[in-house]
């Protein structure tokens, strides 16, 4: 079955740790998306990919990074400079760029700083 | 700042009973996409509905679209205790999509 697949499903950060998150997709879309989200919040856009070895900074970028080196994968990694990083990971892709299909999202990571 | 805002924040209905909830955003988009999210879990998507369509269709969901008001709404129609979750809109523009902060519905049986 084609899906999105992130992991792990929980993740505990001591501060200052780097920490990176999974996210692979079989679906062959061609962009990719994180976004944060918080207690009883939306999603706010942290990084996005609309093909391989290219990504753009979304709202929320700073203390992030990203790479793009396969269509397939997509991960984030959360550094030490990202000063509150306790929330809710959600990736998400789509085959054309959401314009006709919306997004498919993985089940997220919980990151916890401990 | 968050593009779209639900409204409202929180909605709580019996079983058999109709729920509307209403997205505002701020700039001109390509689309608007409405997903579900269960307790700590991913977002699916429900439906989407362009900027040149002012009604859309899908099962028990009807959604609208008035551009000159920036503004969009959900309805689910004989809602069951199933539907129970938290409902986002997200506007596309410029190749990325910006969410709402949700509508958290509640339907009791």
């Known amino acids: 079955d084609g899906g999105i697949t992130q992991s792990p499903k929980y993740l505990f950060r001591k501060e200052g740790q780097n920490v990176t998150l999974s996210c692979e997709q079989n679906?062959?879309?061609?962009?990719m998306y994180w976004y944060r989200q918080d207690p009883g919040q939306g999603l706010r856009l942290i990084y996005y990919?609309?093909?391989?070895?290219?990504?753009q900074k979304g709202d929320i970028a700073e203390g992030y990074s990203v790479s793009r080196e396969k269509k397939e994968s997509f991960p984030l990694t959360v550094t030490s400079a990202q000063k509150n990083p306790t929330a809710f990971y959600l990736c998400?892709?789509?085959?054309?760029?959401?314009?006709?299909?919306?997004?498919?999202f993985g089940s997220g990571t919980r990151l916890t700083v401990v | 700042s968050q593009q779209g805002e639900e409204d409202p924040q929180a909605l709580s209905i019996q079983e058999g009973e109709n729920a509307t909830m209403n997205c505002s955003y701020k700039?001109?988009?390509?689309?608007l996409q409405w997903y579900r999210q269960n307790s700590g879990r991913g977002l699916v998507h429900l439906i989407l509905?362009?900027?040149?369509?002012r009604e859309k269709h899908s099962g028990r969901l009807r959604v609208t679209l008035d551009t000159s008001k920036k503004s969009s709404s959900l309805l689910i129609t004989a809602s069951r205790a199933a539907d129970t979750a938290s409902y986002f809109c997200?506007?596309?523009?410029?190749?990325?999509?910006?969410f709402g902060d949700g509508t958290t519905l509640t339907v009791k049986p």
């Open positions: 998400a892709s789509s085959i054309d760029r959401g314009r006709g299909t919306g997004y498919t």
């Open positions: 679906l062959n879309h061609d962009a």
């Open positions: 990919s609309q093909i391989v070895n290219d990504f």
């Open positions: 700039t001109s988009i390509n689309n």
């Open positions: 509905i362009r900027s040149n369509e």
């Open positions: 997200a506007s596309l523009n410029a190749g990325k999509s910006t």
